[in-house]
């Protein structure tokens, strides 16, 4: 038997799969109407004085630290309150006229962000250097005050494959999953939990712009925004709610607020299969690399009996098996930049039995039990989730279009089949009178965040102008794909957006992130390992 634990690596957060929509629960609560200006808690919010970080890679970039205390309950400021971690990176003075602060999301929900002003480092021509870049560990997360953890013991034990054989192990996944939703009420989770909402996030930023513009003189009144994943909703219900505050805003991997949460899992498998399909052209494409044949259709007829022989005899001593291959092929299907690494790992296991690179890839990525508690409580919080019945037909009807990969993203949410608190209704994201252009970023065969979600926000939004990126990765600007990169540089440097065109669409189509080549001689341009690897956790916890 294997060893417990339901994370699902980088994209497993996206693949529980559904076929019809989810009707409110009667304990739902509205997140929608008005609500009272955040700063309205008054004295309940306040930024402390910026000193160095005591975290040698936040310093190693020079940023700043602070911490922002905010209420618990912005309804009620007197139930006390939690202590945000916040970073900045100090504009160049040189680099010309100061534009204010600029806050980054990486995603999750769940992801650390304190690392993300270093991002600016990688804006072309300077763009970004006129901003104050702020981070943020939203509430809950890492360095957070309190931070939310589930006794991930809970999870860490011997466990059925993700395809339950029989009901025996279908019953041993649902004990597991629902015990590891009830712990997270326990210790900080208790006074966390009902507090952990999107729209309880979009209330600490408007918090935090209020602090900034109120502590650094030139910061405006206006919160510019740069969201990745789960970052792109935040930005949405924000420009919902606060429209006038609403300055430059960078989406990227955009979530279609009208499918939250579990309706938002429904093609999402689909698109994972499919970009393990296009993994498989690129492994018989470069098979003298690889030496896994040339044939592409046989390479994933013969994925498909190793994953049966995995699921029936797990090797390395059973500590790689079929959940785990599946684990580590999920990141094939989310980002092309995993395509080389995980690609050569998967040969030595195909023609050589060896597993210990695989067993490297599965560990690397496997996170601390806090990333994936915070994702629970705000996706189970969030919005009602239909019956376990209805989930298992769906997993059951889908998993011949996508062995293991429906199944796999089951069990990653199923805590939110019995999470302790009460669920909410979405906020109705749409446009309030938005006066600024925002800039939307969506690659066409982004598996996580499918591309016709960024068309749905565009038509919300008239404002809005699309950057479509043809390729298959999940949160690519910045990567160094120049059309899309150039475009937010003069975006950031002068507000200057693509033009919007009368179509159902994109505004600019730009070259998507490619995978790299085997035998390539230099790195490929954009963001370096050690920022990617932080991007796409961040994007996806898991313990």
């Not at 630290?65 to 618990?72: D, E, G, T």
């Not at 006129?130 to 931070?147: E, F, H, M």
């Not at 030595?348 to 599965?362: F, G, I, N």
């Not at 591309?451 to 479509?468: C, D, K, N, Q, Y």
């Amino acid at each position: 038997m294997k060893r417990f634990s339901p994370h699902v690596i980088v994209l497993a957060a996206a693949l529980a799969a559904t076929l019809l929509g989810v009707v409110p629960t009667a304990t739902a609560r509205s997140q929608g109407g008005s609500a009272p200006h955040p700063t309205g808690a008054g004295e309940a919010v306040a930024l402390s004085a910026w000193q160095e970080c005591s975290d040698p890679f936040l310093d190693s970039y020079g940023l700043e630290c602070a911490r922002l205390r905010v209420p618990l309950d912005y309804a009620h400021p007197d139930r006390g309150t939690i202590s945000l971690a916040v970073t900045r990176r100090l504009h160049d003075p040189d680099a010309g006229d100061y534009q204010g602060v600029l806050v980054t999301s990486p995603g999750g929900p769940g992801g650390s962000g304190t690392w993300m002003p270093a991002l600016a480092d990688y804006v072309p021509q300077g763009a970004g250097d006129t901003y104050d870049w702020i981070g943020l560990d939203p509430r809950g997360v890492g360095a957070s005050q309190p931070a939310l953890h589930c006794e991930p013991r809970r999870l860490r034990r011997d466990r059925p494959g993700y395809v339950p054989a029989d009901r025996a192990q279908e019953r041993a996944w649902l004990h597991a999953t629902g015990r590891y939703g009830r712990s997270c009420a326990d210790g900080a989770g208790a006074r966390l939990l009902p507090f952990m909402t999107t729209l309880d996030n979009v209330r600490d930023l408007e918090s935090l712009r209020a602090a900034l513009a109120e502590q650094q003189p030139g910061a405006g009144s206006r919160l510019n925004f740069y969201g990745y994943d789960y970052g792109s909703y935040l930005g949405e219900v924000y420009a919902t709610r606060y429209p006038q505050r609403v300055g430059r805003f960078v989406l990227d991997g955009v979530v279609d607020p009208g499918r939250v949460w579990y309706r938002a899992h429904r093609d999402r498998a689909r698109g994972l299969q499919r970009n393990l399909g296009l993994w498989f052209r690129y492994l018989a494409d470069h098979s003298d690399a690889f030496g896994l044949g040339g044939d592409w259709r046989e390479l994933r007829a013969r994925h498909h009996a190793l994953l049966h022989r995995l699921a029936e005899h797990p090797v390395a001593g059973g500590r790689l098996g079929v959940d785990e291959l599946t684990d580590v092929l999920l990141r094939v299907g989310g980002s092309a930049t995993e395509w080389l690494s995980v690609g050569r790992a998967y040969a030595d296991l195909v023609l050589h039995d060896d597993a210990r690179a695989l067993l490297r890839e599965y560990r690397s990525s496997r996170g601390g039990d806090n990333g994936y508690a915070v994702h629970s409580a705000v996706e189970c919080t969030d919005a009602s989730w239909p019956s376990w019945a209805h989930q298992r037909r769906v997993a059951r009807a889908g998993d011949q279009q996508a062995p293991y990969l429906l199944w796999a993203g089951t069990w990653y949410d199923a805590p939110c089949r019995a999470w302790p608190t009460r669920s909410h209704v979405p906020v109705s994201v749409r446009d309030e009178g938005i006066g600024n252009s925002i800039l939307l970023v969506n690659e066409t065969r982004d598996a996580v965040t499918p591309f016709s979600g960024a068309v749905r926000v565009r038509e919300l939004f008239p404002t809005a102008r699309l950057i479509a990126g043809t390729g298959t990765t999940h949160g690519s600007s910045l990567s160094g794909v120049a059309c899309v990169d150039d475009a937010i540089a003069a975006y950031l440097r002068d507000g200057t957006a693509p033009p919007r065109r009368p179509v159902r669409g994109a505004d600019l189509t730009c070259p998507g992130l490619a995978p790299e080549e085997p035998f390539a001689e230099s790195p490929p341009r954009g963001l370096p390992d050690s920022l990617r690897a932080r991007l796409i956790q961040a994007q996806h916890p898991m313990p």
